[in-house]
């Protein structure tokens, strides 16, 4: 009978050992698929931003190049 008794006991550690580790597993599993919808998420929002690029670029303002006035010293020096 004590003999059942430590088997039993030894079963019921055993077993809660391995749901202890299911536990910590689940809870590593869980972690690792908020990451990824996380990483999901931010891949569509780049895509998203990357195909509104292409149908509406960035307005673009041109800006002449400066001209040289040639300055007024040499104006009144006459060259």
Request: glycine share 4%; aromatic share 6%.
């Amino acid at each position: 009978m004590q003999q059942l008794e430590r088997e039993v006991t030894r079963y019921r550690e055993e077993s809660s050992k391995a749901q202890a580790e299911v536990d910590r597993l689940l809870e590593i599993l869980k972690e690792m698929e908020n990451e990824k919808n996380d990483k999901d998420k931010k891949i569509a929002e780049l895509e998203r931003k990357h195909a509104s690029r292409k149908l509406h670029p960035p307005y673009q303002v041109s800006v002449p190049a400066p001209q040289h006035v040639g300055g007024f010293v040499w104006d009144f020096l006459g060259k």
